[in-house]
């Protein structure tokens, strides 16, 4: 009897085991094609590497009961989420990046209403009392411009609202308009640098971007839009999935790639960063790949930790050579606290360029002028949208034209 028992329960097992397998071989031939002409030495997702500690459920399986067991398919569904993954991704051509600031200034204006055209409501008052140029300061502090600059802003247009006598809207504008332009920079290389170079044993290195911010800023998010914009200007680009700290950031990072067709490189999650940076890299070559983006976590709990971190990515990588560009990701809805956390990424990476994200949600596009100010970094980047195509290069013109009303 006993016997009897025990095959059942051996049978029941070794069912549940082969349902499982089908299940799994089935989810893999699910995943997306591989993009074409590229060596497959990538990671699948989410497969340990050799060398990685099991997962802990792994181990504790022995343990499983038969009435545990006997639910193979119930249990199938408990693979990772994947919230932002739509299925089967077919590759994508992007919009082209030219003019996208134009395309979407409709948001920027929308949002920034009560910067650029209160400024100029208040300017047309007939009276220009203390208490007009009050408010004015006020507007310009409550959409972050940031202190100093506001007091620069409000002095220039003093002096110039004087010297002009009789204030026409148009006038108006115009002035306000140079004035803006001033305080944004027009000089500042906002180019994103990409280009290629010759890695540490003379062979052709991609261009290395590293990607930093804190978690939630939209970092993941920019990284996916940032290679459809280089892959809309004819790039090829390999994926580093670095932030390893977040659960989906990996899978999330992936389909944005897979949309494009570029590679992703990944690891188990939890694991080193460094390492898959430095993988992505070696894989950028070995692909001749023009671009690698290398998305890292950003966790801001202990300073010391992030410094840690993000400074051995940056080293690690640079086994390879240079890392050309550091783009910082700032939420521009968090005002004040994004310049604090700006300022901590800024001692722990040299930031060679700002990524603004979020601006279709926010009236404070002032934060472009202080964050610039605080860092002496430009701002390269800005996002308007959650839409793939929604990151657009930084045109001080179109920005401000956008702030008060120009031209459409
Ligand atoms: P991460 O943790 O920094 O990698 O953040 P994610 O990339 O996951 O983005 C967090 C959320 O911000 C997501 O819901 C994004 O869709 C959203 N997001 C990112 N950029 C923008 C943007 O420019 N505008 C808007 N409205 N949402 C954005």
Not at 89 to 94: G, L, N, T, Y
Not at 248 to 274: F, I, K, N, S, Y
């Amino acid at each position: 009897m006993e016997f009897v028992i025990l095959a059942v329960a051996i049978a029941v097992i070794a069912l549940a085991a082969i349902s499982g397998l089908v299940v799994s071989s089935r989810k893999k031939k699910q995943l997306p094609p591989t993009p074409p002409s590229s060596p497959s030495v990538t990671a699948p997702p989410a497969e340990p590497h050799v060398g990685e500690e099991a997962e802990p459920t792994t181990r504790e399986q022995p343990r499983r009961t038969i009435e545990e067991v006997d639910l193979p398919v119930a249990e199938a569904p408990a693979a990772p989420a994947e919230p932002e993954a739509p299925e089967a991704p077919a590759i994508e051509v992007p919009e082209p990046t030219a003019g996208r600031l134009v395309r979407l200034r409709a948001r920027l204006a929308r949002s920034q209403n009560s910067l650029g055209k209160g400024l100029l409501t208040l300017l047309s008052r007939e009276h220009l009392d203390e208490d007009t140029w009050e408010e004015i300061e006020d507007t310009l502090l409550t959409a972050d411009v940031g202190v100093a600059p506001t007091q620069e802003l409000v002095e220039r247009l003093r002096e110039r609202v004087k010297v002009l006598g009789t204030r026409s809207p148009e006038e108006l504008r115009g002035l306000l308009r140079e004035e803006l332009l001033n305080l944004i920079g027009t000089d500042a290389d906002r180019s994103v640098h990409t280009e290629s170079g010759v890695g540490v044993n003379g062979e052709e290195k991609p261009g290395v971007v590293m990607v930093v911010g804190v978690n939630g800023t939209g970092k993941t998010t920019t990284t996916g839009k940032l290679a459809r914009v280089l892959v809309a200007d004819g790039k090829s680009v390999v994926l580093g999935a670095a932030d390893t700290f977040r659960a989906a950031a990996a899978d999330q990072l992936q389909t944005w790639g897979e949309r494009v067709g570029a590679r992703t490189v990944r690891g188990p999650e939890g694991g080193d960063p460094a390492s898959i940076a430095f993988d992505a890299v070696k894989e950028g070559i070995a692909e001749s790949a023009d671009v690698v983006l290398i998305d890292t976590a950003g966790r801001l709990h202990t300073k010391t930790g992030l410094m840690d971190e993000l400074g051995k990515v940056k080293r690690v990588v640079e086994k390879h050579g240079t890392v050309d560009e550091v783009l910082l990701v700032l939420d521009a809805t968090t005002g004040q606290n994004g310049l604090v956390q700006a300022r901590v990424f800024a001692e722990v990476v040299d930031i060679t360029g700002i990524v603004l994200t979020k601006l279709d949600g926010t009236a404070k596009g002032g934060i472009v002028v202080a964050v610039q100010r605080d860092l002496g970094v430009p701002v390269k980047l800005v996002g308007l949208g959650e839409g793939a195509d929604d990151l657009a290069p930084f045109e001080p013109e179109a920005f401000v034209d956008a702030l008060i009303g120009n031209g459409g």
